[in-house]
Nanobody, 118 residues
């Protein structure tokens, strides 16, 4: 079994910062890419940021320059530093981990709420 657990969400004023953390544990052979997704009410889940095992990163355009994704391969963790938060960043944020060798599977956390007051 694999567990993906997020932490760090909450309420912050516009312009403020939050740091999300995600820890993956359990029967893990290899963690490939890890990422953060978000889903706002009435919207589809969207990719926010993604990082490969080697450290290459991808960001959705709306968060470039404000959010930074990082990971620790030894600890099986991935973080998302969110600065200059805006009301449009309000959503439930989900951690994703792609795990496996020749056969891979995506695992998801339960989500953590981020709310930004204007």
């Amino acid at each position: 079994q694999v567990q993906v657990v997020e932490s760090g969400g909450g309420l912050v004023q516009a312009g403020g910062s939050l740091r999300l953390s995600c820890a993956v544990s359990g029967s893990i052979r290899r963690i490939n890419a890890m990422g953060w997704y978000r889903q706002a009410p009435g919207n589809q889940r969207e990719l926010v940021a993604r990082i490969t095992r080697g450290g290459s990163t991808t960001y959705t355009d709306s968060v470039k320059g404000r959010f930074t994704i990082s990971r620790d391969n030894a600890k099986n963790t991935v973080d998302l530093q969110m600065n200059s938060l805006k009301p449009e960043d309000i959503a439930v944020y989900y951690c994703n981990a792609n795990i496996g060798d020749w056969a891979t599977r995506d695992y998801w956390g339960q989500g953590t709420q981020v709310t930004v007051s204007s």
